[in-house]
């Protein structure tokens, strides 16, 4: 097709930083004015969704853990409820507010690197510095509890791996109370500068019809006025049981969805201080297979004691859904069982990091060239969900 001649084709990615992994972008320009933009994913061929038809149930749990990598454990979450549903596990009480309180620190840390990575974007490395900081602080405590820092495989159905220990409670406290740095130099170095509001406000502006109509969820979601949040809207786990109310902004555009990050992060802080006021005593994991005593003198022993090499039996021909809040949005497992009862037929990953991906082509063109930068960052998707 003939352009005039003022009109050329530019690639942003896949191999740049700003575009937050491998994604390419094709745009079409008239001096730095967008005209039109062609998102083009499947550069990490993933192909995990596959992978797993051949695993076992409890092996796949690792698989989940490097989709979303800045949200883990969450998405463990919405696949062991998948299996506890189909069972119909019952989960002890102390093991429900564990994950309330992991799910939260991992929220934490992943709006902590969305704000950065935004505002590093736009030119300021300082704030993306600081919360390099404290998310190690919080990878030093899934460390204490999993022996892991980043993909923690620590959810499995009917409750956890490992308990709490003292000194892990403490912390969490200590993290808790010392967030306080961080929260202001956002205030001072992003939501309160003239130029970060200048490149931020009235740019990629998503309308709630636009939203909707993309399916998209999450922050992204609640920033353009729609009240939708999974942890209240289904409750699932502990979160029927805190005192919460999903936050919105009406704006819609990148300086909102940053700023909704920075509240939901003052209100995880809140939640986790209420799980650890509720945290007592008791058990970790519901009975049965997993807390069965074994002898573990021999290799054949110790290798079947392990969690991730013991196969699990699901009903056959069933098929359930489950979905968690991340912090990107609805996670959702779709799990199909066939006649095999000991691996999937099929396990589907709703992404919302792929709804949000799809959406670029029609909030893009209009803005000019540095605009592009900003709206990628606001809308804090991650490639590894997205090429699943």
């Known amino acids: 097709?003939?352009?005039?001649?003022?009109?050329?084709?530019?690639?942003?990615?896949?191999?740049?930083?700003?575009?937050?992994?491998?994604?390419?972008?094709?745009?079409?320009?008239?001096?730095?004015?967008?005209?039109?933009c062609m998102p083009e994913i499947g550069y990490l061929h993933r192909g995990v969704e596959k992978i797993v038809e051949n695993k076992r149930f409890l092996s796949i749990i690792p698989y989940i853990d490097r989709l979303d990598y800045l949200s883990p454990v969450i998405q463990e979450h919405a696949y062991v409820i998948a299996i506890e549903k189909l069972l119909q596990i019952d989960v002890p009480r102390r093991a429900l507010i564990i994950r309330a309180i992991f799910?939260?620190?991992?929220?934490?840390?992943?709006?902590?690197?969305?704000?950065?990575?935004?505002?590093?974007?736009?030119?300021?490395?300082?704030?993306?510095?600081?919360?390099?900081?404290?998310?190690?602080?919080?990878?030093?405590?899934?460390?204490?509890?999993?022996?892991?820092?980043?993909?923690?495989?620590?959810?499995?159905?009917?409750?956890?791996?490992?308990?709490?220990?003292?000194?892990?409670?403490?912390?969490?406290?200590?993290?808790?109370?010392?967030?306080d740095f961080f929260i202001d130099s956002t205030e001072k170095l992003a939501l309160d500068n003239r130029i970060f509001k200048d490149r931020t406000k009235g740019i990629g502006i998503v309308t709630k019809n636009m939203a909707i109509k993309y399916g998209i969820s999450g922050v992204n979601l609640r920033a353009s006025g729609i009240n939708y949040d999974i942890r209240k809207s289904i409750?699932?786990?502990?979160?029927?049981?805190?005192?919460?109310?999903?936050?919105?902004?009406?704006?819609?555009?990148?300086?909102?969805?940053?700023m909704l990050r920075f509240l939901e992060i003052k209100q995880s802080v809140n939640?986790?201080?209420q799980c650890l006021e509720l945290l007592e005593p008791g058990?970790?994991?519901?009975?049965?297979?997993?807390n069965k005593e074994e002898e573990r003198?021999?290799?054949?022993?110790?290798?079947?004691?392990?969690?991730?090499?013991?196969?699990?039996?699901?009903?056959?021909?069933?098929?359930v859904y489950s979905s968690v809040e991340t912090p990107r949005g609805e996670f959702g497992v779709h799990l199909i069982v066939n006649e095999d009862r000991t691996k999937p037929y099929r396990l589907h990953f709703k992404s919302p990091s792929f709804a949000t991906i799809q959406m670029l082509g029609k909030l893009i063109p209009g803005h000019k060239l540095p605009d592009v930068t900003a709206i990628l960052g606001s809308l804090d998707f991650i490639m590894g969900g997205c090429d699943r």
């Open 1 to 36: 097709m003939q352009r005039p001649s003022s009109e050329y084709i530019l690639n942003v990615g896949p191999h740049h930083p700003s575009t937050h992994g491998v994604l390419r972008l094709i745009l079409r320009l008239r001096g730095e004015k967008i005209l039109g």
């Open 297 to 319: 003198n021999t290799t054949d022993e110790l290798l079947h004691g392990s969690f991730f090499a013991r196969g699990i039996e699901l009903p056959k021909n069933s098929m």
């Open 103 to 179: 799910d939260e620190l991992t929220r934490i840390y992943s709006h902590i690197m969305g704000i950065g990575s935004l505002t590093y974007d736009l030119g300021c490395l300082s704030l993306f510095l600081y919360g390099i900081e404290e998310r190690e602080k919080i990878m030093d405590i899934f460390e204490m509890t999993t022996g892991a820092r980043m993909h923690l495989t620590y959810y499995i159905p009917g409750g956890l791996l490992s308990d709490l220990s003292y000194d892990c409670i403490n912390s969490i406290k200590s993290f808790l109370d010392n967030l």
């Open 271 to 273: 939640l986790i201080k």
């Open 235 to 258: 409750q699932y786990g502990f979160y029927k049981e805190l005192n919460f109310e999903p936050i919105t902004l009406s704006d819609g555009d990148c300086y909102a969805r940053n």
């Open 283 to 290: 058990e970790i994991r519901s009975f049965g297979i997993f």
